[in-house]
């Protein structure tokens, strides 16, 4: 039995938010056993914001709605050094190397898990909620308020006690922070809807955006809203949509038409402006010509959209509110630099940039919180590779491993989650390529036939190990030299193997390589008996 509450006192231990007395010192002195007050206007960030602005309620549609194309998966960890550098290669930008590396790292650290009690949880996370709709809201409230609240409910006795057993997402403009002073900064949660309700707080994972705005008050222990730095631009985005709308609501006449000569009776009004709609108003007289019998002026009190810059300030707001949401504006409709490879660009810029690193700090905070209680190796992670904007990558990484021999087929497959071949053994081999010979194997040269006055096995060893013209057969030689204006082969021994390469002379050769065989054939005649001499910094090696 006491092994069992020193697992859950570990378990407890490793899940709390509790920080050291001498930092609490430092920062809590003044804070009392009292309730934390926050600053920020959570409320308004949803009911002026997700429910009454198009935009931000598009871009956070857009955000959430694309995490959900990201599964999850659990896994036990191996190596927790392969783990730190995996998650460091998650965090950045991708690419074909950092897939490729990411996909191999996390191979090593980790082994994927199935039908843990903790996937039959994440999968239903609560009775009224199944996944998909459980991971909207908390990156909902996240981007809205800054704050993510998910609370736990576990058995108090029984076989599942210290695990919970459903999950829910509490609503963090609801939600407040208790403090028991300073030896327990943040002791529960007060969620106050339809009354108040106070939570202990071990039994909530709260997630929360940075916030460096320390008053002495605890007000930093919740989380900053993206839109509380976007508020002004949240506004002027209502209030530019609002006075477009009034304007059009409120339309009225452009001007007055008065006549310069005497002023007109009713009567001569109405007829006037009854032969202007009737001669000059419509498609047809677009672009004519009025002649008057009197002189006329205009006064103008009225201003078109174009004049009030409605339209110019609007998109110039919903460019600012993407800039703090991270989220390429095309993706928003906005059409003046709109193409395909833009489009294709901006939704791989959205999972990079909005989704995945949003997904990451949740991964992080569920690593901390809940994986603990179901095991200590217990890993929770998205699989990235699953977004479809990031298949292009894939298809690179694909090439990569095609032409990367140092690497097994095996390996290879565990890369791409297609799963390792057990029952092929030769999967497990590496398969090197035949044009590549090991630098420190031994050659031994054919005796040459023109009496060279230099270290042949030095030689060798620089100029035929990795060079591009180097074959295992006589033909493919000869092909080789013919493609390089000459003809012939000369041979050479190693470990026990005879390989080939064009031209009768290496010396030759080279010459052809660099397109010096004129010079090379010139001095031959006027001296037949030369010494060849190679630079061995001119050859090329693989």
Avoid at 115 to 120: A, F, G, S, V, W
Wanted: hydrophobic letters at 35%; aromatic letters at 10%.
């Amino acid at each position: 039995m006491a092994s069992f509450l020193d697992r859950f006192k570990n378990i407890v231990s490793k899940s709390a938010q509790k920080t050291h007395i001498d930092f609490n010192k430092a920062i809590y002195n003044y804070l009392g056993d009292t309730l934390v007050w926050n600053p920020e206007n959570d409320d308004t960030y949803i009911d002026k914001g997700y429910r009454y602005n198009a935009t931000i309620y598009s871009i956070i549609n857009l955000i959430t709605k694309s995490a959900t194309n990201i599964p999850f998966q659990v896994y036990e960890v191996q190596k927790s050094n392969d783990l730190k550098r995996y998650k460091a290669l998650t965090s950045g930008d991708f690419n074909s190397n950092t897939v490729l590396q990411a996909k191999m790292l996390q191979k090593k650290a980790l082994v994927e898990l199935e039908d843990t009690e903790l996937h039959e949880l994440l999968d239903r996370p609560n009775p009224a909620q199944g996944y998909n709709a459980w991971i909207q809201e908390i990156i909902a409230f996240g981007k809205l308020t800054g704050n993510r609240y998910i609370y736990g409910i576990g058995p108090d006795t029984g076989a599942g006690v210290g695990k919970f057993k459903e999950l829910y997402v509490l609503p963090s403009q609801k939600v407040e922070i208790n403090s028991g002073g300073i030896m327990e900064p943040v002791k529960e949660y007060t969620l106050s809807y339809n009354g108040t309700y106070r939570i202990a707080a071990d039994e909530v994972c709260h997630i929360k955006d940075t916030n460096l705005y320390y008053d002495g008050t605890g007000s930093h222990l919740y989380g900053m809203s993206p839109l509380k730095a976007g508020l002004r631009v949240m506004d002027a985005n209502n209030q530019a949509l609002t006075t477009g709308v009034k304007y059009l609501q409120n339309q009225t006449a452009r001007g007055i038409l008065m006549s310069e000569e005497g002023d007109l009776n009713e009567v001569q009004a109405k007829q006037l402006k009854d032969k202007f709609r009737q001669q000059y108003q419509g498609s047809d007289n677009a672009g004519d010509v009025i002649i008057t019998p009197k002189k006329l002026s205009w006064v103008n009190f009225g201003l078109n959209a174009s004049d009030l810059s409605l339209i110019e300030q609007y998109n110039g707001t919903i460019k600012d509110l993407c800039n703090i949401y991270n989220v390429p504006v095309q993706l928003l409709n906005n059409t003046e630099s709109t193409t395909y490879n833009n489009m294709k660009e901006a939704k791989k810029a959205l999972y990079q940039n909005a989704v995945i690193p949003e997904l990451n700090k949740i991964r992080d905070e569920l690593n901390r919180w809940l994986a603990p209680q179901y095991g200590d190796k217990i890993y929770i992670d998205f699989d990235y590779s699953a977004i479809p904007e990031l298949q292009e990558e894939m298809d690179k990484v694909v090439g990569q491993m095609s032409q990367a021999w140092w690497i097994t087929p095996n390996e290879k497959r565990a890369a791409m989650s297609y799963g390792l071949d057990e029952e092929n053994d030769k999967l497990n081999d590496y398969y090197v390529p035949a044009n590549l010979m090991p630098i420190n194997g031994d050659i031994i040269p054919e005796a040459a036939d023109k009496g060279l006055d230099l270290d042949i096995s030095k030689l060798f060893k620089t100029a035929v190990i990795n060079t591009v013209d180097t074959y295992t057969t006589i033909e493919e030689a000869q092909a080789r030299a013919i493609e390089m204006g000459g003809i012939g082969y000369h041979e050479h021994l190693f470990n026990g193997s005879t390989v080939f390469m064009p031209f009768a002379t290496h010396a030759e050769y080279e010459a052809a390589k660099n397109n010096r065989l004129d010079e090379f054939y010139a001095a031959q005649r006027r001296d037949e008996g030369y010494n060849e001499e190679i630079d061995f910094d001119s050859i090329e090696t693989k």
